[in-house]
């Protein structure tokens, strides 16, 4: 709450006309989300964890869930906002180097790759360029 990001996340679960509720370990679970960016089945602003599924789909998906807990510690890192600022340039380097946001992208890699629904684009290229 005090370096904004959660505060930030509530009014956009809001505006998108989520439902919230309390999640495990401090998290707060946004469902319901329908607008069209971000690209993702869930994403975090602060410690609000922003589903586009259902209550039960969110809370059930125990991997994603705790994929994106990770990134709501990745705010606490960062001080808040400027975690925004950081994840965006990540992830537009990884988009640059590997061909999405996420293969290179050291925020998401923490996170777990694969529990966020990633597959990891890295070792397709590198053995790629090794063989030029």
Known sequence: ?????????????GLAGTRT????????????????LPVAG?????????FRSGADAALTSRALLGHEE???TQYAWCLGLPFLLFYF????????????PASGNPFERHAGLEAGGYVDRRHRRDRRHRHE
């Open 89 to 100: 340039a990540a992830a537009a380097w990884s988009a640059a180097r590997y061909g999405d």
């Open 21 to 36: 509720f309390r999640g495990p370990r401090g998290l707060i679970v946004a469902t319901g989300y329908c607008w069209r």
């Open 1 to 13: 709450m005090l370096n904004a990001s959660t505060p930030l996340g509530l009014v956009l679960a």
């Open 42 to 50: 869930a994403f975090t602003v602060g410690n609000v964890v922003i």
């Open 70 to 72: 990770r990134h709501s």
